[in-house]
């Protein structure tokens, strides 16, 4: 590659294509043949396609995951609450198979009538003209430790400056103690040591989105990766749009991992928990279109945070049996009414913390401690 186009490994590369040919892929007595359909002449339109196509394949992915969510449940670590039990109702089914939704309909009549391109047949593409661009990877200036006999130049003299006194690296327990809070925490994963502690309700904010969107992006490259080595290489349209997926998805983690070794010490050698020790539960409601939260109860450690979780999820539990349970007996899963268990458990959480399942709520974490440990 590097003779043919100049390739670095110290580059990231982005492939335009400018001109290009659409083909439908049919099997006539065990041969695969081909068609002409569409003919893309310039990268503009080739760029339209694509943003259309793949549209349409992320609502398909989408309508999947919200079934297989409906099936496992809610996850554990849930934050904000949905309303009403819709939350796991399922998309419907026809003959075993899903029926695409309003919307998947829609797009599809827009890509057949725009490039006589169905999203549920085979195609691929023959690319006639592309250019290649190219850019430095840049992963943050390197850190380049000072010694203590570093050397100086010919002629110049040594001054105090060239040789600063060491500093005591910050170590964990140095942290725990001047925040309030453990070194080290134990789970059934291992043992996690403190990296930080972050305070405030927006850089809280922040890194949990951060650390949601690099662990969903980096499951998302593996999951690509898995598919694109899976997708016979005679489908080159599935393989284009996976390969496409993979480099973006690439450069949005880049990206995000950057800001995350700056703030954080992030690595992606490593697996981290986010352990709140301050926070607040709102509840959310409505009025003149407007969405309005007041606090109705304060979290003043990891303890009784994680004491509501426990006894929120345990609720959320039981209403998704009871949802499987009444889909298993073919009954109506809408306005269920809660079980003597569900209501026992919704009084112990309106006593405790003024929180009704059944309604909306949202969670301010002021205080939160960070720990890591490597990936074995």
């Known amino acids: 590659m590097a003779k043919h186009y100049a390739y670095s490994l110290k580059k990231n590369y982005v492939k335009v294509i400018h001109e290009a040919s659409l083909l439908s892929v049919t099997k006539l007595k065990g041969k695969a043949m081909t068609e002409i359909v569409h003919v893309f002449k310039n990268a503009r339109d080739y760029k339209g396609f694509q ?12 309508q ?28 419907a089914e026809q003959d075993g198979n ?31 003209k592309i250019a290649i661009y190219a850019r430095a990877v840049r992963l943050g200036t390197p850190f380049k430790p000072r010694s203590s006999q ?37 789970s059934p994963q291992g043992v996690f040591t403190l990296v930080a ?50 480099n973006e998805t690439k450069k949005v983690l880049e990206s995000n991992i ?16 986010q352990v709140p020790h301050q926070a607040s539960l709102l509840s959310v409601t409505e009025k003149d279109g407007e969405a309005k939260a007041k606090k109705i109860y304060q979290f003043k450690s990891s303890k009784d945070y994680h004491d509501f979780q426990k006894k929120r999820d345990f609720y959320l539990r039981l209403r998704v049996e009871q949802y499987k349970a009444a889909k298993a007996a073919k ?17 112990e959480l309106q006593q405790l913390y003024q929180y009704d399942p059944q309604k909306t709520y949202k969670v301010q974490i002021q205080k939160t401690a960070l720990y890591a440990r490597p990936i074995r």
Do not use: W
């Open 51 to 62: 943003q259309k196509r793949d549209f349409y394949l992320r609502l398909k992915l989408e």
């Open 64 to 91: 999947v995951k919200a079934v297989q969510a409906a099936d496992k449940g809610a996850p554990s670590t849930a934050v904000f609450v949905d309303k009403g039990s819709d939350t796991f109702l399922p998309i």
């Open 150 to 186: 570093g050397k100086h130049e010919a002629g110049t003299p040594k001054t105090s400056q060239t040789n600063p006194p060491k500093k005591s690296p910050v170590t964990s327990e140095m942290i725990a103690k001047a925040k309030n809070v453990p070194a080290t925490i134990k």
């Open 258 to 273: 950057r800001i995350m070794v700056k703030n954080y010490a992030y690595s992606v050698k490593n697996k981290y928990v």
């Open 197 to 246: 502690v972050v305070e405030g309700v927006n850089s809280n904010h922040r890194l949990s989105n951060s650390l949601r969107a690099a662990a969903a992006q980096r499951q998302r490259l593996a999951e690509l990766s898995q598919q694109f080595n899976k997708t016979p290489t005679k489908f080159m349209q599935q393989r284009e749009m996976i390969a496409g997926e993979i």
């Open 331 to 347: 009954k109506t899963t809408r306005n269920l009414k809660p079980t003597p268990e569900m209501n026992e458990k919704s009084k």
């Open 98 to 128: 899903l029926k695409p939704t309003t919307e998947m309909d829609k797009k599809s009549k827009e890509l057949q009538q725009l490039y006589n391109y169905d999203p549920e047949k085979n195609y691929r593409i023959n690319a006639e």
